[in-house]
């Protein structure tokens, strides 16, 4: 862990969270559905990235309470964005998977929030979108490392 006491890493931390969040405020805006929570395409991105997944098993890579995941799933499947299918291996448990609907709307949304971020990025130096480009790997494992557990009150 980082050692929040040493000035350098607390200021660099506070910059980081609070330029991915209004990046992130920014991209929620050049969504195409606006129907669909940022929760709900979140769901329909891990199911694309990772085919079809157990309620279980996608709570877990959301980091949701199950009952929270039964319930987007709920809701995607009366979108028709998603689907419940039997599991191959054990047919009491289900299986989510996302519709062609889904797939093509989110590559609607891909292509213009690609486009938005480009047309932005054009303001940077080459040097600034050198480091940017450099930095995509290690915010997307950041993005993926598990949860630490929460401090003691």
Do not use: Y
Not at 68 to 95: C, F, N, W, Y
């Amino acid at each position: 862990m980082l050692d929040l006491s040493q000035e350098e890493n607390a200021a660099a931390v506070n910059s980081l969270r609070s330029a991915i969040m209004r990046l992130t405020r920014r991209l929620r805006h050049q969504r195409v559905d606006e129907s669909l929570s940022p929760t709900e395409m979140s769901v329909l991105g891990t199911l694309f990235r990772c085919g079809p997944l157990g309620p279980g098993e996608l709570a877990r890579k959301e980091h949701v309470q199950p009952p929270s995941m039964t319930r987007i799933v709920a809701m995607l499947e009366t979108k028709g964005l998603v689907r419940l299918e039997p599991h191959p291996e054990d047919r009491r448990q289900k299986v989510v998977s996302q519709t062609e609907q889904a797939e093509a709307m989110l590559e609607e949304s891909r292509r213009k929030r690609n486009a938005w971020l480009a047309e932005l990025a054009g303001g940077l130096s080459e040097e600034e979108w050198a480091a940017l480009r450099d930095a995509a790997p290690v915010l997307e494992k950041l993005a993926h490392l598990p949860m630490p557990e929460a401090a003691p009150r």
